[in-house]
């Protein structure tokens, strides 16, 4: 396993190449879900890198995967700010990766969000999976009925399979999506300010948040594409695949080809 130190913590981390480079192509950049890690991930990664041309750069955040688990302090509802103000940007400066794009699932969207809107380090573009931009009472039902789930189910032994401590992940997902004082929580402030193209994608079905999220984000970023997903759930790359690697590989082969042609 290869790893990674970012501000006192030692992060996972794949790194994979396309089987059709792209010359001149940037990385991609994967940001998992509140409870995944790189191994969660499965094949999606790669065959992202081999549609695109790009590399895929996989990291699990710390408290995730085989990153150095979660020490047990408390979340504050700024996490996410964290992970996308310091943390995410310490991870691109180490491996010196420019213009990169960034594809974020939940509440790696979320972080993909806030880093675009709200550092000066230019991307290429954000591609964003079901993500949050505030906190919806359908959100917090769906989070309830996860962890009614995860009391009664073999939900435990199959996240521990991707987790080095995964009964505190669980933890520290929970209490903090729970805690009263997350219900304000909102990023609506950094939408105006994405300067990126930006793909946005929602299942119909998804569990977890209305299309109300993506809507949105469709109208405070300028470039915005929406897809909507029919019979699909919180997880597009999951439940529809190949719809998903079809919209982003368009996605960066428009962002690309402009830019080849602008040189």
Not at 85 to 93: R, T
Not at 105 to 118: E, M, P, R, V, Y
Not at 124 to 149: N, Q, W, Y
Request: charged share 25%; glycine share 6%.
């Amino acid at each position: 396993m290869k790893t990674l130190r970012i501000l006192d913590t030692e992060l996972e981390i794949v790194r994979l190449v396309s089987a059709h480079p792209r010359p001149g192509a940037p990385a991609i950049v994967f940001l998992h879900e509140g409870l995944g890690s790189v191994s969660m991930w499965r094949d999606f990664p790669q065959r992202v890198a081999d549609a695109t041309g790009c590399e895929a750069v996989v990291f699990s955040r710390y408290g995730y995967g085989r990153s150095t688990p979660h020490r047990g302090e408390a979340r504050t509802p700024r996490y996410m700010h964290d992970e996308a103000l310091e943390a995410l940007p310490a991870v691109l400066q180490t491996l010196g990766l420019e213009r990169p794009f960034l594809l974020g699932h939940s509440d790696g969207g979320s972080i993909a969000l806030i880093n675009a809107g709200g550092t000066h380090r230019p991307l290429s573009g954000i591609m964003v999976m079901a993500p949050h931009v505030l906190v919806e009472d359908f959100t917090l039902a769906g989070i309830r009925k996860a962890v009614e789930f995860y009391k009664t189910t073999d939900l435990p032994a199959r996240l521990a399979r991707h987790h080095r401590d995964a009964a505190t992940t669980f933890r520290v997902w929970q209490d903090i999506w729970l805690d009263p004082a997350f219900r304000s929580w909102n990023i609506e402030n950094y939408l105006a300010t994405i300067r990126c193209p930006v793909l946005a994608i929602q299942g119909e079905d998804d569990e977890y948040g209305t299309m109300d999220q993506i809507e949105r984000i469709a109208r405070q970023v300028a470039d915005v594409d929406l897809v909507k997903l029919a019979d699909c759930r919180h997880s597009p790359h999951k439940d529809q695949p190949e719809a998903v690697i079809e919209a982003v590989s368009g996605f960066v082969a428009r962002i690309l080809d402009a830019q080849d042609s602008a040189t």
